[in-house]
T-cell receptor
């Protein structure tokens, strides 16, 4: 089992560019989430999904879009990147109470 | 909404000593309290969790205690080893999905 796979591992964008952070899990988990991690602030929930076709906003959703067309995939889209979106992004899937995190994507927006 | 405070931000101990990390939460409706360990360059990994109907839980060298009245919970690591060095996060949630994390504690265990 690969668990939760995130791509890319690193990305540099210019302000205003768009991109999609990919997340895939092979554990058949219904629940998936996106978090961002900033220094001194822990992890904050961006968006989450309780199953294919169902998404909802977390604590810091502005500037991000998500969709869930399959159980396996939960991509995070930045439509117009801003320097404030420089962060490390983690995707997670959940089975019962346990969240399994990917290795993260480090994003810099210049 | 929920707010979780975590202390200390850094903790240095000698190998074999005990380490204690403390968290407080604000929402009395929170009923699930996990602890995550994050090693450099990796995602957080669950190491232990506790639910509100339990006051203490232990797993080998790690234990978590919960005081619902005071709204605080703590992680205890005994007989620390260098491989325990990492960043530890507490979290609180009313549901398993929407975790609110503390700001993290960097633990350094010196040989």
């Amino acid at each position: 089992n690969a668990g939760v796979t995130q791509t890319p591992k690193f990305q540099v964008l210019k302000t205003g560019q768009s991109m999609t952070l990919q997340c895939a899990q092979d554990m058949n988990h219904e629940y998936m989430s996106w978090y961002r991690q900033d220094p001194g602030m822990g992890l904050r929930l961006i968006h989450y999904s309780v199953g294919a076709g169902i998404t909802d906003q977390g604590e810091v959703p502005n500037g991000y879009n998500v969709s869930r067309s399959t159980t396996e995939d939960f991509p995070l889209r930045l439509l117009s990147a801003a320097p404030s979106q420089t962060s490390v992004y983690f995707c997670a899937s959940r089975s019962d109470s346990i969240q399994y995190f990917g290795a993260g994507t480090r994003l810099s927006v210049l | 909404g929920e707010n979780v405070e975590q202390h200390p931000s850094t903790l240095s101990v000698q190998e074999g000593d005990s380490a204690v990390i403390k968290c407080t939460y604000s929402d009395s409706a929170s009923n699930y309290f996990p602890w995550y360990k994050q090693e450099l360059g990796k995602g957080p990994q669950l190491i232990i969790d506790i639910r509100s109907n339990v006051g203490e839980k232990k797993d080998q060298r790690i234990a978590v205690t919960l005081n619902k009245t005071a709204k605080h919970f703590s992680l205890h690591i005994t007989e620390t080893q260098p491989e325990d060095s990492a960043v530890y996060f507490c979290a609180a949630s009313e549901s398993f999905q929407k975790l609110v994390f503390g700001t993290g504690t960097r633990l350094l265990v010196s040989p």
